[in-house]
């Protein structure tokens, strides 16, 4: 898995089920995908799971954590105060949908 190795990380589960009301989590080392995802294009699938793999490493949202999706995902790009990509309506809607917890 290309993204665990620039984390370092050996391996980290990625299990595809029924997430209520967020396209991914991270919880207890695991990554949770919904597994509506797959109707996503590839590109926001992607944006998915470094996101979430980048949880895996930062609890929050803090720049540390931007920091480490840049590193992971070089076509992320990200700025002081966060996700900017390409900024459309659609992406900001997928952050707000990416466990609802934060
Ligand atoms: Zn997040």
Redesign the pocket.
Known sequence: MRYEAKLGLSSVPIVVGELEGSSGEYLDGTIRLNWRLILAPVRIQDYVIV?EMA?SVHDD?SDAFWNTVGTLSPTIRTGGNGFVLTATRSQSKLERS??GR?
Do not use: S
């Open positions: 996101h949880h949202h990416l466990h934060y």
